[in-house]
């Protein structure tokens, strides 16, 4: 019987699994010791892992900001999913960013965002998730979490 090969991940396959754990270190680091963080839209306090999500700034179609760390901040699923159709919360989202960041800093991302996406190495996207998922594990460890999460997600 012929030996089964694994199939080779695409970059893209690994773009989104990078995304998903930055996402998750996102809400991780945004959160206080005991695990609980705020969303900076509408401002209701959820453990990170409890209907709390990484909302964009820039939405994910912008492929440029996909890895984008400033654009990825702690929002509750009302306000990711939903709010973010409203100008209410795209306004809100958008000062808390000019807040954190400065005006300068949302101008030169909004340039960006037009701009094709650059071409990304395989190694690059790979070893990018493993930093995250370190700093992942650091997270947890210091908001006292020690489960079983990097082993389910690696």
């Not at 396959?13 to 809400?27: C, G, I, N």
């Not at 190495?121 to 700093?135: A, D, G, P, S």
Request: glycine share 6%; with cysteine.
């Amino acid at each position: 019987m012929a030996k089964a090969t694994k199939k080779k991940r695409t970059v893209a396959q690994e773009v989104d699994d990078a995304a998903k754990a930055l996402q998750k270190y996102v809400r991780l680091k945004a959160a206080d010791d005991n695990g609980y963080c705020q969303c900076v839209t509408c401002g209701v306090v959820r453990k990170w892992n409890d209907r709390m999500q990484g909302g964009h700034f820039y939405g994910r179609r912008h492929l440029v900001f996909k890895l984008f760390e400033e654009n990825i901040h702690p929002q509750c699923s009302g306000c990711n999913m939903y709010g973010m159709k409203t100008t209410k919360i795209q306004e809100a989202y958008r000062i808390y960013m000019e807040d954190t960041y400065g005006t300068r800093r949302i101008r030169a991302m909004q340039k960006l965002a037009w701009r094709a996406a650059p071409k990304l190495n395989l190694q690059e996207v790979i070893e990018f998730r493993r930093e995250i998922l370190r700093k992942i594990s650091k997270e947890l460890q210091r908001i006292g979490n020690d489960n079983t999460f990097l082993d389910y997600i690696c």
